[in-house]
């Protein structure tokens, strides 16, 4: 069972960067995981950001941070890291880490059995 944790939110202008990272709370592995990055807002349904195989070789975003984002992984030190450039208000959000079966790279959160409880990111004007 894997538990990950999440770290690197916090308050940044609209076009500055950010660095999000994921590392699982317990000694347990990542490399056996796809692992998705998600966000939420108050009110809404959390939503699909990106996912990252297994093996670290193939990637999926949604269309709303494509060319801003990029999902990327190091297994031998067990992390997960979401780098987000260009920022905008509508960044802001609580974002989640999540890890999911091998194999098809999934945008439904229902395809993720291992969540985070997320970190605070804050665009501001």
């Known amino acids: 069972q894997v538990q990950p944790v999440e770290s690197g939110g916090g308050l940044v202008q609209a076009g500055g960067s950010l660095t999000l990272s994921c590392a699982p709370s317990?000694?347990?592995?990542?490399?056996?995981?796809?692992m998705g990055w998600f966000r939420q807002v108050p009110g809404k349904e959390r939503e699909f950001v990106a996912v990252v195989d297994w093996i670290g070789s193939s990637t999926n975003y949604s269309d709303s941070v494509k060319g801003r984002f990029t999902i990327s992984r190091n297994n031998p030190s067990n992390m997960v890291y979401l780098q987000m450039n260009m920022l905008k208000l509508e960044d802001t959000g609580v974002y989640y880490c999540a890890a999911g079966p091998p194999g098809v790279l999934h945008s439904a959160t229902s395809a993720y059995a291992y969540w985070g409880r997320g970190t605070q990111v804050t665009v501001s004007p």
């Open positions: 317990i000694r347990t592995f990542i490399s056996e995981y796809n």
